[in-house]
């Protein structure tokens, strides 16, 4: 009882930002298997995540909904000048992948240069669910990673225009094991485990 105690005591002195990738008015990507947009997916992946981090003990700041008339573009700035205002630790951003060919498949964190080490123990547990491992990538072009001041991750847990992932994805539990592995992850980044 106290070792639980003291990690939620440590864990309150953080404050994680979390952040769905998409809007109603820009839902990304289409999933032809179960006629849903990515924005579907990913605004309960963030929610989910959010009441779990504060379960657990962890200050939790989402930009979401800004507001869902703004355009994706507007959305995005909007998003990262809020998380910059709160001067959250760790911002968080949740996608998932798509591609032209259902070959595509597998999970990827993609990390600004502070956000490297934790994007690496976040893909070290998703890739757990059953993904193939597409690594972490530092992609120079996303604004999410470069605006943020802080550390900062987008994480892609599988493709759904992929039949394998896909299949991954609507499992049930799926969404409970995303949330358990992200906040694992942020617990031995924060060196709480």
Known sequence: MV???LKKYKRSEF?????????????????????????????ELSFK?????????????SPD????????????????DLLNLHEVDVALEIHLNS?????????????NEKGVELATLVQEEIVKMGFRDRGVKQPKNKYFLNKVEGPAIITEPG?????????IIIKEGFQNE???SVAF?????????
């Open 49 to 61: 995540l959010q009441e779990l981090l504060r379960e657990l003990g962890y200050k939790v700041y």
């Open 178 to 180: 995303f949330c358990v």
């Open 3 to 5: 070792k639980q105690l």
């Open 99 to 111: 591609w032209s060919t259902p070959n595509a498949s597998g999970a990827e964190v993609l990390a």
């Open 159 to 167: 493709f759904i225009s992929s039949e394998k992932d896909v299949a």
């Open 15 to 43: 404050l994680i930002g979390v952040s769905s990738g998409h809007s109603k008015e820009d839902p990304g990507a289409y999933c032809d298997a179960t006629e849903k947009y990515e924005y579907s997916y990913v605004e």
């Open 65 to 80: 909904p800004v507001s869902d008339e703004l355009s994706y573009p507007d959305h995005l700035k909007r998003s990262v």
């Open 185 to 193: 992850a942020l617990d031995r980044y924060h060196g709480i485990v």
